[in-house]
């Protein structure tokens, strides 16, 4: 059961460790929340750098974490019983999952402090809406809502026909 466990934690670690998007992706324009929140190219670009250190520093620190968490692995599979290093470990990989939360929220904070009032009204707006994602997702399947045009299943960003929803 511990292996099977562990075995899970480093795959879980080796998941979260890939860039998001890939190598050579290309970066995404962010063109809506742009003209949402109204951002001049100086906020947003001030914001991705924020984001950008944080993802680089998380990066290094998500390395870490699948290294010690495949050395406890080895540990614990040679049937090593010295319960102090193996809980060494554990809180040295806990620590390094503190150290990634504080990075991300120091990037949110930092990203943050470029809006001005009026665009972090804005942008609590959107953090209300985002609160009713699941009851919307809960809305459009019982035909309560109807789909934005084109987002239909196989229409591929394009409104091709297909089933229409219930009620309009």
Do not use: C, W, Y
Request: proline share 5%; glycine share 8%; net charge neutral.
């Amino acid at each position: 059961m511990l292996k099977q466990t562990l075995l899970s934690l480093t795959l879980m670690a080796a998941a979260v460790a890939q860039p998001p998007g890939g190598p050579g992706a290309a970066a995404p324009e962010f063109t809506d929340i742009k003209s949402h929140l109204s951002l001049s190219d100086a906020q947003l670009a001030s914001i991705r750098q924020a984001g950008d250190t944080a993802r680089a520093a998380n990066r290094t620190v998500r390395q870490q974490i699948a290294e010690k968490q495949t050395a406890l692995n080895g540990v614990i599979t040679n049937g090593s019983t010295d319960a102090a290093a193996i809980g060494r470990a554990m809180l040295e990989i806990a620590a390094l999952r503190k150290m990634m939360d504080s990075n991300t929220t120091k990037a949110h904070e930092q990203a943050l402090s470029f809006l001005s009032a009026d665009q972090k009204t804005k942008l609590k707006t959107l953090e209300d809406a985002e609160k009713l994602r699941e009851e919307i997702g809960q809305a459009h399947a019982l035909e309560l809502l109807a789909a934005p045009a084109g987002t239909g299943p196989g229409n591929f960003g394009e409104n091709i026909g297909g089933p229409r929803p219930l009620f309009r």
